[in-house]
């Protein structure tokens, strides 16, 4: 099993580590680390023009560390070059792995569904503005 998360994700489940270890659980923990709540940040972007609050950490763990301290396999992927051997260095390793893939700090997840959206009125880029936004909920109303 691999789990694609981003830091902060992985930070609010960061219990379960210990959960694997104690149970032999061969898993994969692959964060897209850019030192964001990334959605959080997205969206703070995209309707509150670029104001962050909140969504900012410059307080993160070592997570190859922190994997190592809970006696799991630790990588980090820093450069776009490292990413096919890292995520083959990942998948050799026969327990569990946490992989720290350092990310471009402002780049958007797309595509993403608006909040109290259906899935059909998803936003497939960054071309949809704040604007769209506006105007989607205000038709869902």
């Known amino acids: 099993m691999i789990d694609i998360a ?6 609010m489940n960061i219990q379960e580590m210990s959960t694997a270890v104690q149970y032999r659980l061969p898993v994969k923990v692959f964060i897209l680390n850019n030192e964001y709540m990334g959605m959080v940040r997205q969206w703070q972007d995209l309707t509150y023009e670029g ?3 909140e969504s900012y950490s410059e307080a993160l763990p070592d997570f190859v560390k922190l994997a190592e301290a ?5 990588l980090r992927i820093e450069t776009a070059d490292q990413l096919d051997d890292g995520i083959a260095a990942m998948l050799a390793v026969d327990g569990p792995v946490m992989v720290d893939c350092r990310v471009a700090k402002l ?4 595509p993403m569904i608006p909040s109290g959206a259906a899935h059909w009125d998803m936003l497939l880029g960054p071309e949809q503005v704040a604007g769209e936004l506006d105007a989607d909920a205000e038709a869902l109303v």
């Not at 981003?6 to 930070?11: D, P």
């Open 51 to 53: 104001r962050h609050s």
């Open 107 to 110: 780049e958007n997840c797309f």
């Open 70 to 74: 809970y006696g799991w396999t630790g």
């Open 6 to 11: 981003g830091e902060a994700s992985i930070l």
